[in-house]
T-cell receptor, first 115, second 113 residues
C-alpha cells in the first residue's frame, strides 16, 4: 500500500513565524503535491513537483515556497505565517506513468492554526 | 484546461436509501476520472477511478460510478447508504500528460436514521 505521511496532524504557530510542513512518501513516486483545503473552496493546489529539485507553481503559490531535495520528501514552507494561512494542508504523491499511475495518494493532512 | 463541477454542496439521505452524487467535468479529450472520500479530519481516500474501457466502474465500500461521455458526467452511486458513509466526497479529473488532478469543491453527505 502507498503510504504518504505528514509530519504533524495539528500545528499552532504565531503570525510572522517561519513554518515547515513535511511530507514523505514510500512508493518512489516522482510527482508530489501540496494542497490547501478550506470550507466551500475545495482543494486548491499550492505547488507541485515532478521530480527531485523541480517545482511548479499551482493556483495559489503566494506566501508559500517548497523544497524537494530527496525524491521521497516534499516540504512546504510558509516564509512568514499569516492568519489567512490557517487551513488544512494536504500532501499527495503519484507516479509519473499514464493510466493507473495517475492516481494521487493523499496524506492525513496537517491542520494549521496561525494566531 | 479541465474543470469539475459538483452541483450539490450538501446532501442528506436516510440510512438504507440509495445515493447519487453528481459530477460534471469539462475536458476536450477522454479524461481520467476519480472519486475520493474524506472523513472528518482525515486525508482523501480513493473510492474508484476510470481510465478507459467499461464505463461502469466499481469501487470500494459498495460504490460505483458511471462515465457518460455524452453528458460529460461521472456520477457516484450507492444502492443502500450506511451511517458510516457520512463524509465529504470529491470528484476529480485528470488530463493525459503530467498535469495535476483538478478537484471539484466537494459534496458533503449527511446520513440520518
Amino acid at each position: 500500500d502507498v503510504k504518504v505521511t505528514q509530519s504533524s496532524r495539528y500545528l499552532v504557530k504565531r503570525t510572522g513565524e517561519k513554518v515547515f510542513l513535511e511530507c514523505v512518501q514510500d512508493m518512489d513516486h516522482e510527482n508530489m503535491f501540496w494542497y490547501r483545503q478550506d470550507p466551500g473552496l475545495g482543494l486548491r493546489l499550492i505547488y507541485f513537483s515532478y521530480d527531485v529539485k523541480m517545482k511548479e507553481k499551482g493556483d495559489i503559490p503566494e506566501g508559500y515556497s517548497v523544497s524537494r531535495e530527496k525524491k521521497e520528501r516534499f516540504s512546504l514552507i510558509l516564509e512568514s505565517a499569516s492568519t489567512n494561512q490557517t487551513s488544512m494542508y494536504l500532501c499527495a504523491s503519484r507516479s509519473s506513468g499514464t493510466g493507473p499511475g495517475k492516481t494521487q495518494y493523499f496524506g492525513p493532512g496537517t491542520r494549521l492554526l496561525v494566531l | 484546461a479541465q474543470s469539475v463541477t459538483q452541483p450539490d454542496i450538501h446532501i442528506t439521505v436516510s440510512e438504507g436509501a440509495s445515493l447519487e452524487l453528481r459530477c460534471n467535468y469539462s475536458y476536450g479529450a477522454t479524461p481520467y476520472l476519480f472519486w475520493y472520500v474524506q472523513s472528518p479530519g482525515q486525508g482523501l481516500q480513493l473510492l474508484l477511478k476510470y481510465f478507459s474501457g467499461d464505463t461502469l466502474v466499481q469501487g470500494i465500500k459498495g460504490f460505483e460510478a458511471e462515465f457518460k461521455r455524452s453528458q460529460s458526467s461521472f456520477n457516484l452511486r450507492k444502492p443502500s447508504v450506511h451511517w458510516s458513509d457520512a463524509a465529504e466526497y470529491f470528484c476529480a479529473v485528470g488530463a493525459r500528460g503530467n498535469t495535476p488532478l483538478v478537484f471539484g469543491k466537494g459534496t458533503r453527505l449527511s446520513v440520518i436514521a
